[in-house]
Structure formats: structure tokens, C-alpha cells
């Protein structure tokens, strides 16, 4: 976990405090010298997680199949080595970016983006109009009262909702907010993002592709997400439940 | 929303009713004749998803830039045109399987492994008992009591927790259990997956590919996983909340 200074509002008051927040890395896992795949996870039994990755995704037939399985924890790289015939017979190469909750694909960098970004319009917003858009935006959904199996996401202005969307996958309702925007042509630039999941960095780079000033998440952020969005003067709030938030960044757009 | 007929247990009574589980679609996109990603989604919004992925994700330099949308809906199959100039310039075809929640990456095929299940041993667990571990399951990260940012995973018997593991990314939680599983040569097809997640095909996947005759999870399941749960019959327990939970499939394991 790493401690990052924040501004937490409960019933109106705002106080400064430091609060933890988890901790994400990208750990890329390189099979008998070929690369595999990066995952973002947390930062702890990453042996674990790479077998049971391998074994799961069906790479690994067994545990006696792998040789070995060496960690540079300093570029977050795995190095490992199968026997010849450990992967199993009915491994099929096919990539699935699912959106069982993430969709799993980046194909950027968000910080090279950070570098990049400049909003062109702006935005302001009183603590008690975003954690009514919040309330709002968490009845919009008619399946997640039904099934509690989708997560939402909304474009807000200061005063309302304009688009909101539900989908199994938190990353897919981000999209289809965005979708939804370009087809109507809705200026992002002082809009704020609304979504009712977890914000790690690739939820992150999607807003700041959109060059939105604004995330409120239900959910927590990850330390990447926090630095990021810390980097490029983003407001980030998450944790909106009731009438208590945290601002984890980015906190003067917030009155 | 599709209705299947449930088993509800509420402060130990059972009772059968219809309730209503979010649809999972695999939505194949391709860019200009060329296969670029299959999502995991919910059917609805399609159009708003392939448009807002693709800007999103990088490929899209602006709405302008997209010439045609065509959707097939039987095969769950769209077909992009973008203009020659439509791909970003920055645009790099990296790819990173995330973890933010959903790792985002199938190697397999549910159903044809669903096929091929066969458990070797069972097991059978008092209704009560399953709440219990549970609850116990949801005060095993430190991490989460502190950031609220990690989905935690377990393997348990009947009677208690062995192994627990979490992470950002709750794919990555549930192969970290099972890469120690392998570890400690610990047998899995009689033992209980426990998820504080919700449970799309490529999480029940992973319980197939294991053997794992049973999951409960604090989240909602996706018709697919129902269905897929219910052709091999894996007991498939969600909405775990206090003393309540439903059960969705396989509910003869839970007396």
C-alpha cells in the first residue's frame, strides 16, 4: 500500500489526511523466452500469481511442468521456463479481451499521455452537487436493481447526468459513455465521469484520452491511478458513498 | 436480463423462484477486414461500445475517422471501416492484459471444456457453514479493510479457509489461490472457490479448468456462467450477502 495525502468531505467538512491506497504494477511474464502477457496486479505472490495465471489460462498442464520461474522485481518481469510438453494439448491461442468487470487491453501509455494532456475547457463543482449526481447516477440502472450484475457509467455536467450506460463490464460502460458522446458530438473537456467501479490506470487512460477533467468512482483507486491523475492536475474522487467521499487528486475543482 | 429458476436461502429457508441474471455476449470487433479484440459485454449499446473502445483504446483518431459500423447480432460479429487516416498517430499495439479487475484474456473454450469435466471427488456443505466461511472470507484482507481497493479469493473445504489471496484485479486474486493450490499439491476437486467478485464465463472457466466442483461468490453471476454451471453441474452460489444467498446452480451441495 502507499499513503498519499488526500482530502476526504463527510456531511460538507473537508480534512486533510493521509490514506492508503493499493498499490498496482505491471508484471510482464515471458514463457520459454517468448512474451506472454502484462498483467496489472498487486505487488505481492506473484509466483502464485503467475502459475496459477498460466495454469487457469491453460498454458500449464501441471505443476511438475515448470522448470522455473525467476522475478526481477525491479522491472517487474517473470522469467519462466516450461518443459516441452507442458503446455496442455487443448491450448487454443485465442485472445479474449473480456469485460467480466475489465476489459484487459491498453494500447498506450498512459503516462506518455500525461505528458500530452491539456483541457481546454474546465470545470468546478460543489462537493453537495457531485454527491447527488452520485445518488442519482446509482438508481439509473434497471438491471442492477434486477440483477446486481452490471456496473454503470455516466458523462455528467455540474448540474446532471447526459449519458449513462450499464454494461458487465465496468471498462465496456466507460466505453459506451464515450461512444455515445462522439456520436452526439458532446464537448468532454468539462464534463465529469461518473462510474460505479474501481479505478486502476487503465480506466485512468481512458479518461485521460478523452481528455475529461473529472473521475467520481464508487470504488477505490489504485496508486498508479492516484499518480497519474496527480501528474496532469486531474481531479480524481472515489470511494462516493453516501454523503462521504475521498479526493484522492485534484481537489480545487471540487468547492 | 434472462430468467432462471433460483434457489434462495434467507436465515436458513429455501425457497425456488425466477430471478432475473445479466446477459454476456462475446462481441468479435474487426477494424478494416482485420480481427482486433472479442469483448465480454452486455447486448445493449453495441454501436456506442465499438465506437467508444476504439477511441478509448487509441485506435480512433475521431468520430469523423469512422466511416461504417455493421453489426451482426446473430453472430455477435461487427465489422468496422475506418478512413486510411482514421488510426491515431501514437496509436501503439501494445498489449497489456489487465488487471484492474478483470484480466481480460481467455486462452480456451468454456463450453468445450465443459465437455470434458469429470470430478473426481465432491463435496456437500451445510447452507449455514458456507455463510460462515464467508464471512470469515471477508475479513481476511488487511488491504481491503484499509483501501477498499482489492478483491480478495479463497479455497476452502467444508470446514475452513486454506488458502486466501488478493489483489486489484480479481482474476489475478483467484490465480494467485491456485498457483499455491499447485504449489502445496493441495487436491482441488473437492474443495469450495470463494470470490468476493462477480462471476462472468471467464472466472467460471477458471473453476472448470480446475476441477472445482463449487464457487460462491459476493457477486452477481452472467447467464453464461449459469449456463455453463449448469451443463456440468457446478454449484454456483452468488449475492452472498449476511444470511442470505442465492444459488444458481448445482443447489443439491448445499443442505
Redesign the interface.
Known sequence: ?ESFEVVTIQEGSKTRKF??????V?LTIEVNGREL??????P??L???????L?????LK??TSEKSVILDSERWKAMVELTEDGLKE????????????????????PL??AMQIKYDDDICIHNEKILDLMKTFQKQSD?HQ?????HGGALATSEEILIF????????A???????A??Q?VGLSDKILLTS???????L??VL??RIPMIAAV????NQSVKIARKVNLTLAG?MRGSRMTIFSGDGRIR
Open positions: 500500500m490514506s492508503p491506497v493499493s498499490e498496482e505491471p502477457a502484462t498483467l496489472l496486479c498487486s505481492n505472490n509466483k502464485n500469481l503467475i502459475t496459477g495465471f495454469y487457469t489460462s491453460g498454458f501441471d505443476i487443448d491450448y487454443i491461442f485465442k485472445r479474449v479481451y473480456t469485460s467480466g468487470c475489465g476489459k484487459g487491453i491498453l494500447f498506450h501509455n506518455d499521455m438491471e434486477a440483477t446486481h450484475g452490471v450506460r450499464d454494461d458487465i463490464g465496468r471498462h465496456n466507460i466505453d459506451k459513455v464515450i461512444g455515445e462522439l456520436y458530438h467501479g474501481r479505478i486502476s490506470s487503465e480506466i487512460s481512458k484520452r478523452c470504488g477505490a483507486p489504485t470511494l
